[in-house]
Antibody
Framework: EVQLVQSRAEVKKPGESLKISCKGS????????IGWVRQMPGKGLEWMGI????????RYSPAFQGQVSISVDKSIGTAYLQWSSLEASDTAMYYC????????????WGQGTLVTVSS | QSALTQPASVSGSPGQSITISCTGT?????????VSWYQQHPGKVPKLMIY???NRPSGVSNRFSGSKSGNTASLTISGLQAEDEADYYC??????????FGPGTKVTVL
């Protein structure tokens, strides 16, 4: 069974750094793109970026380029989303998701990681 | 601000059919066959309903169907049921080799 298990909720202060994780299991981790999706409170889904664990090829949405960093550790089957300096506007639910049938959609999703940034 | 546009809300009575549109440009929806649709109930994880414009994943009801004409893709829900009340998001591959979501459509079952 394919599973994506994300790290727990985080409460951080503005200016702090953060790295959240997404561990894949039940499939060949290096063969499927994994992406990150943001959902701010009461708002819609936003596509942030995607990474291919096999070679770490990464694509970012222009809106998130330079704002976050996506990485993987294929030795432990885990993808990461990282911030160097959080802002209050980063408060959101973050989902990781795995590519699906054709490679252009997400058919497996993590449970989400709630990130709260507040002073 | 999303590059795709969707109606903010669509409603219908049980048993009726409704259609949600998703309009983009030739750089996304119109240029590729890679449009997908997601259903999200409040507080829940999104669920893939349609991929590659019109393909249904296994387990998704055949009441859900997708199509595309030019720069506009559509999701049709036939035989509307109370459980279909949710937010629906379209997504498209883009010319920048990224993907983009639409702003979402709230479906209300009257």
């Amino acid at each position: 069974e394919v599973q994506l298990v994300q790290s727990r909720a985080e409460v951080k202060k503005p200016g702090e750094s953060l790295k959240i994780s997404c561990k894949g299991s039940g499939y060949s981790f290096t063969n499927y793109w994994i992406g990150w999706v943001r959902q701010m409170p009461g708002k819609g889904l936003e596509w942030m970026g995607i990474i291919y664990p096999g070679d770490s090829d990464t694509r970012y949405s222009p809106a998130f380029q330079g704002q976050v960093s996506i990485s993987v550790d294929k030795s432990i089957g885990t993808a990461y989303l990282q911030w160097s300096s959080l802002e209050a506007s980063d408060t959101a639910m973050y989902y990781c998701a795995r590519q699906g049938y054709s490679g252009y959609e997400f058919n497996y999703w993590g449970q989400g990681t709630l990130v709260t940034v507040s002073s | 601000q999303s590059a795709l546009t969707q109606p903010a809300s669509v409603s219908g009575s049980p048993g009726q059919s409704i259609t949600i549109s998703c309009t983009g440009t030739s750089s996304d929806v119109g240029g590729y066959k890679y449009v997908s649709w997601y259903q999200q109930h409040p507080g829940k994880v999104p669920k893939l309903m349609i991929y590659d414009v019109s393909n249904r994943p296994s387990g998704v009801s055949n009441r859900f169907s997708g199509s595309k004409s030019g720069n506009t893709a559509s999701l049709t829900i036939s035989g509307l049921q109370a459980e279909d009340e949710a937010d629906y998001y379209c997504s498209s591959f883009t010319s920048g080799s990224t993907r983009v979501f639409g702003p979402g459509t709230k479906v209300t079952v009257l």
